[in-house]
């Protein structure tokens, strides 16, 4: 088994952190948070001080950070992280970034010798707690086979879509459409509950319909449709409103450097900003129903 360097035990990380030490590798974890630590730490996991002591003696490092410039300054710089892992070892990067600093960081990191990949995933903190994710590989062929079995560790699908950083835009284009579907969904029933109608029954039959999507099966926008979506519980957990705003950030940019036309995407990104706006930024970006409805 391998000695995997892990870093950033947020809300996905923490679960897919745990599925590496339940697969039996041997594993040294960082986080700012000494309540994320102690989540894995629990498990087996081993704290470092910092992230450059738990990569000293890693063959592999994974990393699970909020967006671009936590990644870029975690690895880059003559104090980055790259300048402390050892020769040969592999670097896997599981955040959702702009794929420009996808490839600057793996740029950086094959002028030092070392194979790296961007493998952002989708899932949800679902997937990641029942390592069922799917991950979006953008990198080389073989340092994805390198990477697969401890990938396989924390997901259930590999996709390897092209080159460093394209992982990330296969990843932005993903949740573009969720938080389009998201908003949409939200607005549905929140028309048919205006109506009269049961939202419970009303996304039971969208569910086997051609309204179909993982918004009415999964993480459902309505309070109490669903016993184990966000919204039952708050809209606590999940994948929260601002990381969505993010994502749909990033893909705004990633379309105003090729010249795309993204209305949809826009739109949805101006209704999750508002979503953040009126306090729910923290929350399940499923919230978003908040703006369309007088759910609570």
């Known amino acids: 088994m391998s000695r995997i360097a892990f870093i950033g035990l947020g809300n996905m990380g923490a679960p897919m952190a745990r599925n590496l030490l339940k697969a039996g590798h ?85 002028a030092r010798g070392l194979q790296m990949i961007d493998a952002p995933v989708s899932g949800g903190t679902a997937g990641a707690s029942a390592g069922t994710l799917t991950f979006i590989v953008g990198g080389a062929a073989a340092t994805l086979e390198r990477a697969r079995p401890v990938l396989e560790a924390m997901g259930k699908n590999i996709f390897h879509v092209g080159g460093n950083g394209a992982g990330q835009v296969a990843k932005l284009c993903n949740n573009m459409a969720l938080g389009v579907i998201m908003a949409v969904t939200g607005e549905a029933l929140a028309l048919g509950v205006a109506h009269g109608l049961d939202p419970g029954v009303l996304s039971q039959m969208m569910a086997v319909s051609t309204g179909r999507s993982w918004a009415t099966e999964v993480c459902n926008p309505w309070p109490g449709v669903l016993e184990n979506a966000p919204s039952t519980r708050g809209y606590s957990g999940g994948f929260g409103n601002d990381l969505m705003l993010k994502d749909l950030g990033l893909a705004a940019e990633a379309a105003m450097g090729v010249g795309a036309s993204i209305p949809l995407g826009e739109l949805a990104r101006n209704l999750y900003a508002l979503n953040s706006r009126a306090g729910n930024g923290g929350l399940d970006f499923s919230s978003i129903v908040k703006l369309l409805s007088e759910t609570d």
Request: charged fraction near 15%; charge should be negative.
């Open 26 to 110: 041997d594993l040294a974890v960082f986080d700012l948070s000494p309540a994320a630590l102690q989540s894995v730490t629990e498990a087996g996991g081993k704290a470092a001080a910092d992230a450059a002591m738990a990569v000293a003696d890693a063959d592999i490092v994974i990393s699970m950070l909020p967006a671009s410039r936590h990644v870029e300054g975690l690895y880059l710089g003559e104090a980055g992280l790259l300048a402390h892992i050892p020769d040969k070892a592999l670097v896997i990067d599981c955040s959702t970034i702009a794929p420009a600093s996808a490839r600057t960081v793996a740029q950086a990191a094959a």
